[in-house]
């Protein structure tokens, strides 16, 4: 036990430490320099996980104003299971495809395949938009027996009612 209150349990590799010095607050799990620390804070409300190589967050818990903040990079190798609403600044994308994701802006959602927007909502102008980006793609509404209700044919512009394969216009 040291001076300032501090209990320090030492080994060539491991480390256990409890502090509480002037919201400088933490628990250090692992050896000294680049494992990494668990950092808790009363003047902030953060719970943070640093690198202890150069001391950066990793991630950090904001458990302020009702609602809790992660920061940083969470990778989980199963089920990420959340009771309660999530909040994204703009964007969630489709791991290791970075071509695909939602996004969100004010009053508007879209949802973005392979780099194509498939569908858009902006609230802003009153509309759905289907094939926002202009590609060759088609459209198709379903029926309960799996045919087809209505099919656009999009590179030759056509719009087949009870066909996939329409000829005309309309």
Known sequence: ITANGQVNINAPFAQLRLSD???????????????????????????????????????SIDFGNDQILLSGSVTASGDFLLNGDARVAEYIYHKGDNDTYLRFAPNLVNLVAGGKSAIKYDAST?????????????????????????????????????????????
């Open 21 to 59: 010095d002037n919201f400088n607050d933490y628990i250090r799990l692992g050896q000294e320099g680049t494992v990494g620390y668990i950092k808790t804070s009363d003047a902030d409300n953060k719970f943070k996980f640093r690198r202890g190589s150069d001391n950066t967050d990793v991630l």
């Open 126 to 170: 009153g509309k759905i938009i289907v094939n926002n980006t202009n590609e060759n793609v088609d459209f198709h509404v379903m029926a309960e027996d799996n045919t087809e209700l209505l099919a656009t044919d999009a590179a030759n512009n056509r719009v087949g009612i009870n066909t996939t394969t329409p000829g005309v216009a309309l």
